[in-house]
């Protein structure tokens, strides 16, 4: 089983930043948090990367309720997506796939739960076109 559904857009890289966005919006999720991977390199170790973003995304309801659930949840949350620069030019985009990520709990509610979650990240992640 895979971790992540992705898809490649031939676009610039903040331009990708700003369509994954708006999709993750239209599924319900907002951005908690942006780590700026290229820049935190070279501020913390002088290394050069490429550009590279983790967007923590959140649905706050769907949050509430896993939370509810399962109250160390919250180790796995939020759902992280990655848009990164491909050497070739294109852009990636990936999002975690809860289910995948939440095998090791044994809380059938929870899984439903994540397969929702999934369900929202896979269409916002497949609604991106470059």
């Known amino acids: 089983m895979t971790y992540y559904f992705n898809t490649t857009l031939t676009t610039a890289f903040e331009d990708a930043v700003a369509r994954t966005v708006l999709a993750l919006k239209a599924e319900g999720f907002g951005i908690i948090s942006d ?3 290229q820049k935190t390199l ?3 170790i002088g290394v050069a990367f490429r ?3 983790i967007l923590g995304a959140c649905n706050p309801k769907l949050a509430h309720e896993a939370l509810q659930l399962e109250d160390k949840i919250g180790t796995m949350l ?3 997506v990655v848009v990164q620069a491909l050497a070739d030019g294109n852009v990636e985009i990936a999002a ?3 289910v995948a990520s939440m095998q090791a709990v044994d809380n059938l509610r929870l899984k439903e739960a994540a397969a ?3 369900q929202r990240l896979k269409r916002a992640i497949g609604s991106i076109v470059g």
């Open 35 to 37: 780590i700026d991977v």
């Open 51 to 53: 550009p590279y973003r």
């Open 78 to 80: 939020p759902c992280n």
């Open 96 to 98: 975690i796939d809860p």
């Open 42 to 44: 070279q501020e913390k």
């Open 116 to 118: 929702d979650v999934g």
